[in-house]
């Protein structure tokens, strides 16, 4: 199957830093990539939706300046985390749609510990 | 907006027993329905979808699941487990035509050998 790879698996930050994930699709093209965030014992909550060449789409609650998206290929797409701080700390995982593919293949996530 | 639940979080059963996990989705429209399922330490993977069809889905590794519309339903059932089915299952549903994925909380289901 087709495969999505996230860098970095895990990383650890100062507060106040910011810090960038990318989303790779390794043999596709994925017009559409989705973040989602998901807390311990919880389900993945989707954080917005990145659209190759257009801005990406932000769910309800979902801080657009805290968490920036760039969708600049039809491979890459990454989520900067900006100025950081504890309670950001989470498992975020990216997923990909190729065009007309409705099945969504996911990376396998990064665990982002902010101290 | 759409919801998906699914119920009794953990799971434990014995290896060759047989295993049934809930779905429930509160959308009234057109849905596209998955099963994901995530081993530990590895990536979310598809183990079936249903978009039309026949109701009754086969996916791998021996799972099938079974979309009953009246009831807004996708239970995942696998006759007989085996201790590699330990892992978590997310159940998921998109709007037709749209590929947002919402999830359930997930089931934590470990096979004991």
């Known amino acids: 199957g087709a495969v999505v790879s996230q860098h970095p698996s895990w990383v650890i930050c100062k507060s106040g830093t910011s810090v960038k994930i990318e989303c790779r699709s390794l043999?596709?093209?994925?017009?559409?990539m989705f973040w989602y965030r998901q807390f311990p014992k919880q389900s993945l909550m989707l954080m917005a939706t990145s659209n190759e060449g257009s801005k990406a789409t932000y769910e309800q609650g979902v801080e657009k300046d805290k968490f920036l998206i760039n969708h600049a290929s039809l491979t890459l797409s990454t989520l900067t985390v900006t100025s950081a701080h504890p309670e950001d700390s989470s498992f975020y995982i990216c997923?990909?749609?190729?065009?007309?593919?409705?099945?969504?293949?996911f990376g396998q996530g990064t665990r982002l510990t902010v101290v | 907006a759409q919801s998906v639940s699914q119920h009794n979080h953990h799971v434990i059963l014995s290896e060759a027993a047989s295993l049934e996990l809930g779905c429930n989705y509160s959308?009234?429209?057109?849905?596209?329905l998955f099963w994901y399922v995530q081993y530990p330490g590895q990536h979310l993977q598809l183990l079936l979808k249903?978009?039309?069809?026949?109701?009754l889905v086969k996916g791998i590794k021996g799972f099938e699941a079974e979309f009953i519309k009246s009831k807004f339903s996708f239970n995942l059932r696998k006759p007989s487990v085996q201790w590699s089915d330990t892992a978590e299952y997310f159940c998921a549903v998109t709007l037709y035509g749209n590929n947002r994925l919402a999830f359930g909380k997930g089931n934590q289901v470990v096979v004991i050998p």
């Open positions: 249903y978009f039309s069809g026949d109701p």
């Open positions: 997923s990909a749609n190729g065009e007309g593919n409705t099945e969504a293949f």
């Open positions: 959308y009234g429209g057109t849905v596209n």
């Open positions: 043999d596709f093209q994925a017009t559409t």
